[in-house]
């Protein structure tokens, strides 16, 4: 789980911004917010200035999170008060497909199995 967490991260661009939920549904982990906190402590060398709490609020307290604005506004990105403008600098992550496979089993040219009654 939290290396699928770290390859999302990875691809947040400077200057861009994504929020918790949004890296863990782009990881493949939909309402995994709190795993994408654990996977940034445990983790050294990601862009972890890039990840904000929904709606573009910096979660972290004291010097962290002015750290974190420092580093956001020295990439070029700009804030609303104490929030980022989403609108200008969220990251949109490419859509998954939930499944790659075929629905049915003749698009994959197996039969359809019958299901067993019980």
Known sequence: MFVK???A??????????TYGAVAR???????ARQV????RQSHGLPWHRVLAAGGRIALPGEAGFEQRL?????GVQFNGSRV???EHEFRFALRRRNDR?????????KPQKRKRK
């Open 85 to 87: 403008r989403m609108a």
């Open 102 to 110: 075929p629905r049915s089993g003749a698009k994959s040219g197996r």
């Open 9 to 18: 991260i990875l691809k947040i661009p400077r200057g861009k911004v994504a």
């Open 26 to 32: 782009a990881a493949g982990f939909p309402g995994a």
């Open 37 to 40: 906190v654990w996977a940034l």
């Open 71 to 75: 580093r956001l506004e020295a990439e």
């Open 5 to 7: 967490i770290r390859e």
